[in-house]
T-cell receptor, first 113, second 113 residues
Framework: DQQVKQNSPSLSVQEGRISILNCDYT??????FLWYKKYPAEGPTFLIS?????DKNEDGRFTVFLNKSAKHLSLHIVPSQPGDSAVYFC????????????FGQGTRLTINP | DVKVTQSSRYLVKRTGEKVFLECVQD?????MFWYRQDPGLGLRLIYF???????EKGDIPEGYSVSREKKERFSLILESASTNQTSMYLC????????????FGDGTRLSIL
């Protein structure tokens, strides 16, 4: 039972354009959402997060949007750069879950010059 | 900077062997986690610990055990390795604070022959 789903295994975007990565979830007990970025042969690194009481959080080129009614979040990267090529994982935390995270399957983003 | 160190980057073992994967963090984090990453499945939680000598099962604990004798060290044990445990294993740690992200090590790629 996949509670967090990233339905696009891969995404290709031209350098300078906007990258939009999507994530859907099913459990309404999730209260906090995170995006991680992973390069090959490295561990995931934290990128940006959003609490369920907000609908938007911005950090430089990265913005995360949360639509609670649709149980959907998205990560926008503007403008996309070659160094953004990586696998992106969304993750969700259950209230009172002792910091447990549930991860999506990941989306491989490729930025083309 | 938080440093999570996994003792081996690559490991090859035989079926039936007892395998130990070690993880050390240097930031006095209360919480530590073990995940495995498989293509198309994302990161799945095996076990986690929120204090010394404490452990909790994650989503896929079968065939694994853990040990946390010291706060900085969290060991994953494959009691009798099987080929379906061939995977990338990732260790993470976090502060015991509701909105602190998990920090990951670079992973151990384990092959069971």
């Amino acid at each position: 039972d996949q509670q967090v789903k990233q339905n696009s295994p891969s995404l290709s975007v031209q350098e300078g354009r906007i990258s939009i990565l999507n994530c859907d979830y099913t459990n309404s007990m999730f209260d906090y959402f995170l995006w991680y970025k992973k390069y090959p042969a490295e561990g995931p690194t934290f990128l940006i997060s959003i609490s369920s009481i907000k609908d938007k959080n911005e950090d430089g080129r990265f913005t995360v949007f949360l639509n609670k009614s649709a149980k959907h979040l998205s990560l926008h990267i503007v403008p996309s750069q070659p160094g953004d090529s990586a696998v992106y994982f969304c993750a969700a935390r259950i209230i009172q879950g002792a910091q447990k995270l549930v991860f999506g399957q990941g989306t491989r983003l490729t930025i083309n010059p | 900077d938080v440093k999570v160190t996994q003792s081996s980057r690559y490991l090859v073992k035989r079926t039936g062997e007892k395998v130990f994967l070690e993880c050390v963090q240097d930031m006095d984090h209360e919480n530590m986690f073990w995940y495995r990453q498989d293509p198309g499945l994302g990161l799945r939680l095996i076990y986690f610990s929120y204090d010394v000598k404490m452990k909790e099962k994650g989503d896929i604990p079968e065939g694994y055990s853990v040990s946390r004798e010291k706060k900085e060290r969290f060991s994953l044990i494959l009691e009798s390795a099987s080929t379906n445990q061939t995977s990338m294993y990732l260790c993470a740690s976090s502060l015991d604070n509701s909105n602190q992200p998990q920090h990951f090590g670079d992973g151990t790629r384990l092959s069971i022959l």
